[in-house]
């Protein structure tokens, strides 16, 4: 029963120190795919704007001319 406990004792004790708040977080690979898809979103909107501007200034144009 004494082993148990201390065992028990241990196991909390290297569960605490892995709970450093002041440690660095872990650099993995899924934010460099997270970045890639960022980007590529990032890329898509641009993209978007360019098309909702264009099609304004044809409108515009179109309705000049019809005027």
């Not at 241990?10 to 977080?25: D, Q, R, T």
């Amino acid at each position: 029963m004494n082993n148990l406990f201390k065992a028990a004792v241990a196991s909390l004790l290297l569960f605490l120190a892995a709970c450093n708040e002041n440690a660095e977080p872990i650099k993995t690979a899924e934010k460099e795919v997270f970045k890639t898809q960022t980007e590529a979103l990032e890329k898509a909107k641009q993209v978007e704007q360019v098309l909702i501007d264009g099609a304004e200034k044809q409108r515009e144009n179109i309705n000049a001319q019809t005027q």
